[in-house]
């Protein structure tokens, strides 16, 4: 299949990207620093992307970051960041996309998931959850066969690293690309699916 990955020059896309080429599909890389250039804040990027790019199997995005804030402090502005981004502009992607994707393709978008309250992480909850309900409810109105799924992951070890945190909390990037990919390859519609501990390898 041809696969766009956007996003893919991050922890999680790079990895996704990594296990989808390993399964033999062609992957188009993504991102706001190119060679394909896309943010997905920006609509006209997701415009441009979709006029370059052509004749796709399936769109996967992993751009999807939203910045903590503060519940009490924080302004509407800064409380509400990862509006543009994460959710809408994922909404706004998937809505772009299934005009452009093959019959019979897939969409699959980031959400996250707190194993814990997060200081700061209430509004990055409420988006998670609206686009996990908006992908159970859209899922059914795709129309020519596409297929809409999430995938919410948790801490990623890669990036507590990064953070300089205790990495033993995360799961592998390469684990957590392995879900993006099974969802790929799979029949499965309106998935939202929590990755959180240990993916089982394959046999």
């Not at 796709?56 to 302004?75: G, K, Q, R």
């Not at 959850?129 to 297929?147: D, H, K, N, Q, Y």
């Amino acid at each position: 299949m041809k696969i766009l990955v956007i996003g893919a020059s991050g922890v999680v896309g790079s990895a996704v990207a990594e296990e989808l080429a390993g399964r033999g599909h062609e992957v188009i890389r993504a991102s706001r620093r190119g060679p394909v250039v896309v943010d997905t804040g920006e609509p006209a990027t997701v415009e441009e992307l979709f006029a370059t790019v052509s004749g796709v199997d399936a769109v996967v995005c992993c751009a999807a970051n939203a910045p903590t804030a503060d519940l009490v402090e924080a302004s509407d502005d800064e409380f509400t960041a990862g509006l543009p981004g994460k959710l809408l502009g994922q909404v706004r992607l998937a809505r772009t996309a299934l005009h452009h994707v093959r019959d019979g393709g897939s969409i699959t978008l980031t959400g996250g998931t707190f194993a814990e309250p997060l200081p700061g992480g209430s509004f990055g909850a409420l988006v998670n959850a609206g686009l996990a309900a908006f992908v159970e409810a859209a899922a059914p109105e795709l129309p020519r066969g596409l297929r809409l799924n999430l995938v919410a992951p948790g801490w990623v070890r890669e990036s507590l690293e990064a953070f300089g945190w205790d990495p033993a909390r995360g799961v592998p990037a390469a684990d957590v690309a392995r879900v993006y990919a099974d969802l790929v390859d799979g029949t499965a519609t309106g998935e939202v699916v929590a990755v959180t501990g240990p993916v089982p390898s394959p046999r």
